[in-house]
């Protein structure tokens, strides 16, 4: 008997299956936070997360609110100030993954969190702002982003370049300096994109369950390529479910 689960929850067990076990992750609050916790109580037991709070290898036993949230600190095997995540452990390149999401991503994986419309001084609308998530997009060894996809979210170019992805294209990270790969999965409630190894633009390899080519077109704001062999995610299995289901009920 199939399994039911909504668009959101398979792109969380998605978002929660491209973390290995072992990797240390500087987790975001929000969809990657809900996913980096599926992943530690499913296949990932031993994933490190790390918030920018200062918290190393917490275990939160329920999702956090925020990343100052008691429970991170409780949990974590050391608490450590702000100053040195970024100087001592992401700056140097010491975390493997950046787990990040958005307001907007365009096709070169770019990723805005500041302002909508207008200019910097005078927007439409003001974001919650950056955070730590530009020096996470420009230092960890990879990053992964998860974000519904939607044409006002998934955009040909964002409003601001809060945290950088691939700039214009390939060569953009190389040129300034940069020493993480930049995001290297962008996955979705429709499916999952991916860099394009030539051009670096956002290409979609995989559709989830149910989800079509053209929903997935139709949600980007721009001419959307297509792998030639597109594959489509596995369902979610029922202990991925259970446990998602138990995660989001805690909040």
């Not at 290995?20 to 929000?30: E, L, Q, R, Y």
């Not at 939160?60 to 949990?75: C, E, K, M």
């Not at 100087?87 to 950046?98: C, H, K, T, V």
């Not at 979705?188 to 053209?214: I, K, M, N, W, Y």
Request: proline residues 6%; charged residues 25%; aromatic residues 6%.
């Amino acid at each position: 008997m199939s399994l039911e689960f909504t668009s959101d929850e398979m792109m969380t067990v998605g978002a929660a299956r491209s973390l290995d076990d072992g990797a240390k992750c500087f987790v975001g609050i929000g969809l990657p936070s809900t996913a980096a916790n599926l992943a530690r109580r499913t296949h990932a037991p031993n994933l490190v997360l790390i918030y920018e709070s200062g918290t190393l290898g917490t275990k939160p036993d329920r999702l956090p609110l925020s990343i100052g949230d008691g429970v991170l600190a409780d949990t974590a095997d050391s608490v450590i100030s702000v100053p040195e995540i970024f100087n001592y452990w992401l700056q140097p390149g010491r975390i493997d993954i950046g787990f990040l999401g958005g307001a907007q991503v365009d096709r070169f994986g770019n990723i805005n969190t500041t302002v909508i419309g207008g200019d910097y001084r005078n927007p439409k609308v003001r974001l919650p702002g950056a955070g730590g998530a530009p020096e996470i997009a420009a230092s960890c060894r990879e990053v992964l982003i998860v974000m519904r996809m939607s044409p006002r979210s998934f955009v040909d170019r964002v409003d601001f370049v809060t945290s950088l992805g691939y700039g214009t294209g390939k060569g953009d990270r190389e040129a300034l300096g940069l020493r993480g790969r930049g995001p290297v999965k962008v996955i979705t409630d429709l499916g999952v994109l991916r860099p394009d190894p030539e051009t670096c633009e956002l290409t979609l390899t995989e559709l989830s369950p149910g989800s079509t080519v053209e929903q997935a077109r139709a949600a980007v704001g721009w001419d959307l390529k297509v792998a030639d062999d597109l594959g489509t995610q596995d369902p979610p299995s029922e202990n991925e479910l259970e446990v998602l289901r138990a995660l989001k009920a805690t909040v």
